[in-house]
């Protein structure tokens, strides 16, 4: 392990994080709702081979297992989403009892086997119903999910401490309004934009909901984060730079923590519409103080000048690099620019990693095992650009690995494995990498300071 587990103190919280679509299956059990990704995967050429989560990993029925696998795994934490349709199957009204139910039992499984339960409010699969009544980019939706959040904290607030409003709300906004490549698919920049601004407020008003029922919580949100950099050093793609890193990072950094939007990128949207929907006081709300910030980091961006002097456009650049299944470039040294840049622009505010991690394309050993070498380097360059980023002042207090399972990964279907626990998608065996046994063991070293 070279001495990785002993650059981090023992109390740093190690875990691994799932959300509720790509792992719960039972999509029709117990009165839950239909949400947006139930539809978007029933459209043709939506989803790689039409895959849906509608069986998913049947983490729905095979949750003591999963426990047993993190109790198994030593891991001090548990991040989970909580499906809003199981809550409230038409995103508005009364609990759903038997929805609630389930998260109950999870929880208490959590903690009876020694785990922390962090569970995260929403991760992208918003009631059907709420979408057909115009989804986020109306206000109606942001006061929807308070009293939703309000329903789960009364549910689970006397067991539950650590508490996660959204899960990257870029992605439910840009990419499921703007580019369509994820529910609700729709392609209309204003409605993103929009989308953009009552997902923030939605997070700004779940906030003082949860403070008020749970005494001592502690509340955050979760947003996914990129390194971004210039083609080339000439300062021509500067303003490239710029322009994605106000997309990308700032429009959803610069709300929540500093209680407005970047000015810049105001003016890079001006043409655009949707930013009218922001209204006087959102600003205030949305900035409520949380005690966490959660950074999801993959990979970076290397953007250049579109070919038009002048025009806006921006190029995204290939470049040959090391690259996950995904395609998507392996750079460690990523996740420390952009703890800096967090740790360097922002009020000082502790930081988890609620998701790092990659998918490659895993192969099954005659003996059944996954010898997945290729995610335990990535796993632990990440780790070691963390140390350093740590060393350096940044104040990071946990991990989580992206994921516990091999999961549904959106419209890539099960075709991308992130888990550090592989999953047969036929029989449903779950089998522990050698991602898995080498992270319980950094883990474990870690909080006990013992040589690895
Ligand atoms: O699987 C997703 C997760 O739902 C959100 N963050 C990125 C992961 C990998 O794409």
């Known amino acids: 392990m070279n001495g990785l587990s002993e650059r981090f103190d023992p109390g740093?919280?190690?875990?691994?994080?799932?959300?509720?679509?790509?792992?719960?299956?039972?999509?029709?059990?117990?009165g839950r709702g239909a949400s947006i990704w139930d539809t978007f995967c029933a459209q043709p050429g939506r989803t790689f081979r039409a895959d849906s989560g509608e069986v998913a990993v049947d983490h729905y029925h095979r949750w003591p297992e999963d426990v047993a696998l993190v109790r198994d795994l030593g891991l001090g934490a548990y991040r989970f989403s909580v499906a809003w349709p199981r809550i409230q199957p038409d995103g508005r009204g009364p609990a759903e009892p038997r929805g609630l139910a389930?998260?109950?039992?999870?929880?208490?499984?959590?903690?009876?086997?020694?785990?922390?339960?962090?569970?995260?409010?929403?991760?992208?699969?918003?009631?059907?119903?709420?979408?057909?009544?115009?989804?986020?980019?109306?206000?109606?939706?942001?006061?929807?999910?308070a009293d939703y959040a309000a329903i789960v904290a009364d549910a689970l607030g006397d067991r539950?401490?650590?508490?996660?409003?959204?899960?990257?709300?870029?992605?439910?906004s840009f990419l499921g309004y703007g580019a369509g490549i994820h529910a609700p698919g729709r392609t209309e920049?204003?409605?993103?934009?929009?989308?953009?601004?009552?997902?923030?407020?939605?997070?700004?008003?779940?906030?003082?909901?949860?403070?008020?029922?749970?005494?001592?919580?502690?509340?955050?949100?979760?947003?996914?984060?990129?390194?971004?950099s210039p083609a080339d050093d000439t300062g021509r793609h500067d303003d490239a730079v710029r322009r994605i890193d106000g997309l990308m990072n700032r429009w959803f950094l610069d709300p929540v923590l500093l209680g407005r939007y970047p000015q810049d990128v105001l003016d890079d949207v001006a043409g655009v519409g949707g930013t009218d929907v922001i209204r006087a006081g959102d600003l205030a709300t949305i900035a409520a103080p949380l005690d966490f910030l959660g950074?999801?980091?993959?990979?970076?961006?290397?953007?250049?000048?579109?070919?038009?002097?002048?025009?806006?456009?921006?190029?995204?650049?290939?470049?040959?690099?090391?690259?996950?299944?995904?395609?998507?470039?392996?750079d460690p040294v990523g996740l420390g620019e952009v703890l800096a840049q967090v740790h360097r622009d922002y009020p000082p505010?502790?930081?988890?990693?609620?998701?790092?991690?990659?998918?490659?394309?895993?192969?099954?050993?005659?003996?059944?095992?996954v010898e997945d070498h290729d995610r335990i380097a990535f796993v632990a360059g990440h780790l070691a650009a963390l140390a350093d980023a740590i060393d350096a002042g940044v104040d990071v207090r946990g991990y989580f690995a992206w994921s516990l399972l091999d999961n549904f990964e959106w419209a890539e279907g099960y075709a991308k494995r992130f888990g550090i626990v592989h999953v047969d998608f036929d029989?449903?065996?779950?089998?522990?990498?050698?991602?898995?046994?080498?992270?319980?063991?950094?883990?474990?070293?870690?909080s006990t300071k013992e040589r690895s």
């Open 160 to 172: 539950v401490a650590n508490w996660t409003t959204l899960n990257e709300p870029w992605c439910a």
């Open 349 to 369: 505010l502790p930081i988890y990693i609620t998701e790092n991690g990659a998918a490659f394309d895993d192969v099954v050993g005659p003996d059944g095992t």
């Open 295 to 330: 950074v999801n980091y993959y990979s970076r961006h290397v953007v250049a000048a579109g070919p038009w002097p002048g025009a806006s456009e921006v190029d995204f650049v290939e470049r040959d690099w090391p690259k996950t299944a995904s395609g998507w470039d392996i």
């Open 427 to 446: 029989t449903l065996v779950r089998t522990p990498k050698a991602s898995a046994r080498w992270f319980a063991e950094l883990a474990r070293a870690s």
């Open 189 to 228: 920049p204003a409605a993103a934009l929009a989308a953009s601004h009552h997902l923030h407020l939605a997070h700004g008003l779940a906030v003082p909901r949860l403070r008020e029922r749970v005494p001592g919580a502690k509340v955050g949100i979760t947003l996914n984060l990129y390194a971004i």
């Open 12 to 30: 740093f919280v190690w875990g691994a994080a799932t959300s509720a679509y790509q792992i719960e299956g039972a999509t029709s059990e117990d």
């Open 102 to 145: 389930f998260y109950d039992r999870l929880v208490d499984g959590l903690l009876e086997a020694g785990i922390e339960p962090w569970p995260t409010l929403y991760h992208w699969d918003l009631p059907q119903a709420l979408e057909d009544a115009g989804g986020w980019p109306v206000r109606d939706t942001a006061e929807r999910f």
